[in-house]
């Protein structure tokens, strides 16, 4: 079966520190890949997809960057934080197609 | 205007009641729709697609209208587990790639 780990669950930066969130999905190949954040009280807005190695799209500009270096390996890149970048981040994968949007569990950023 | 739109709520509503959710979307060429719970704080899990005829799981009908561009979800006799934020959300296609569009999410509450 597949699942999907994202880590750190929670992590506390000051602003202008820099950020790596990491997503890796097991038991499945070439999965689609996707960065949310829903800020508080908010819904998910998504930051980056990805549909194979080093290939990245971006839906918002700003200061967040995104990689995937391996085909089920996704992350979440910042140099320098803002204080607007607090938020849930969600990794999420699917198989290719529409189905199913799989979800890791979270990381839980606040940026002081 | 935003691309899935939904009344954020919150529904407080008895147990045993029936409550019914709304979702319009803005883009024609969507193809396929979901609709997703979330629980505070944890990432958001599936409830159930929504085919064209309309589909049902248990106390849950989905039900979506092309021509509208509308999606609603049904739960008959609530319970105090279905507490939770409910999202509504469709697909696009950019690139050859699908991506999930997520409404901001009705909030539900019920109450014993």
């Known amino acids: 079966s597949q699942t999907i780990h994202q880590w750190p669950a929670t992590l506390v930066q000051p602003v202008g520190s820099p950020l790596s969130l ?31 190695i080093g290939q990245i799209s971006s839906e918002v500009p700003q200061n967040l960057s995104a990689s995937r270096p391996q085909d089920r390996q996704f992350i979440l890149s910042s140099k320098k934080l803002l204080l607007s970048d607090s938020g849930f981040y969600l990794c999420a994968w ?3 197609g529409t189905g199913e949007l799989f979800f890791g569990e979270g990381s839980r950023l606040t940026v002081l | 205007r935003k691309e899935v739109e ?17 979702c319009t979307y ?14 505070c704080r944890k990432e958001p899990k599936l409830l159930m697609s929504v085919y064209s005829s309309g589909n049902e799981d248990g106390r849950f009908t989905a039900q979506l209208n092309r021509a509208s561009q509308y999606i609603s979800l ?15 959300v469709v697909t696009i296609t950019t690139s050859g790639t699908y991506k999930y569009i997520f409404g901001t999410g009705t909030r539900l509450k019920v109450l014993a």
């Open chain 1, 94 to 96: 699917s198989f290719r």
């Open chain 2, 26 to 39: 803005s883009n024609s060429a969507s193809q396929s729709f979901f609709w997703y719970r979330q629980d």
């Open chain 2, 6 to 22: 939904q009344d954020p709520g919150p529904f407080n509503v008895p147990e045993g009641a029936t409550v019914a959710f709304n």
């Open chain 2, 74 to 88: 049904l739960i008959r006799d609530s319970k105090l587990s279905d507490s939770a934020t409910y999202l509504c």
């Open chain 1, 22 to 52: 990491e997503c890796t999905v097991e038991g499945t190949s070439n999965p689609n890949l996707y960065w949310y954040r829903q800020a508080a009280g908010r819904g998910l807005q998504l930051l980056f997809y990805s549909v194979g």
